[in-house]
Nanobody
Framework: QVQPVESGGGLVQAGGSLRLSCAAS????????MAWFRQAPGKEREFVAT????????SYADSVKGRFTISRDNANNTVYLQMNSLKPEDTAVYYC??????????????????WGQGTQVTVSS
């Protein structure tokens, strides 16, 4: 199993950038699909991006496509989310998630077994 721990959140002005990191404990990190979700106040948790075990395939929510980039470093058990051109509507708690095989439900939170505690991202207008 893996235990994700997020870092890198903070306050940024609209148009700015942030890079989130997710360090996952466990010796089998490379056997897990990794994903980022986010949850804004009063809203449901929503899919942001996912990356396959090798990092060769990524997928993004339409709302972040072209602005966010997910990547992973299996040697250091870390997954990243580079966020550029941030907008106030990107304000949320961002969560890192892991699962051995999320399958066709990879855009749903129920498909992931392991979750971090979240990191707050606030974008001011």
């Amino acid at each position: 199993q893996v235990q994700p721990v997020e870092s890198g959140g903070g306050l940024v002005q609209a148009g700015g950038s942030l890079r989130l990191s997710c360090a996952a404990s466990g010796r089998t990190f490379s056997n897990y699909f990794m994903a980022w979700f986010r949850q804004a106040p009063g809203k449901e948790r929503e899919f942001v991006a996912t990356i396959t075990m090798s990092g060769s395939i990524t997928s993004y929510a339409d709302s972040v496509k072209g602005r966010f980039t997910i990547s992973r470093d299996n040697a250091n058990n870390t997954v990243y989310l580079q966020m550029n051109s941030l907008k106030p509507e990107d304000t949320a708690v961002y969560y890192c998630a892991a699962d051995r095989y999320p399958g066709s439900r990879y855009q749903t939170s129920a498909a992931y077994t392991y979750w971090g505690q979240g990191t707050q991202v606030t974008v001011s207008s």
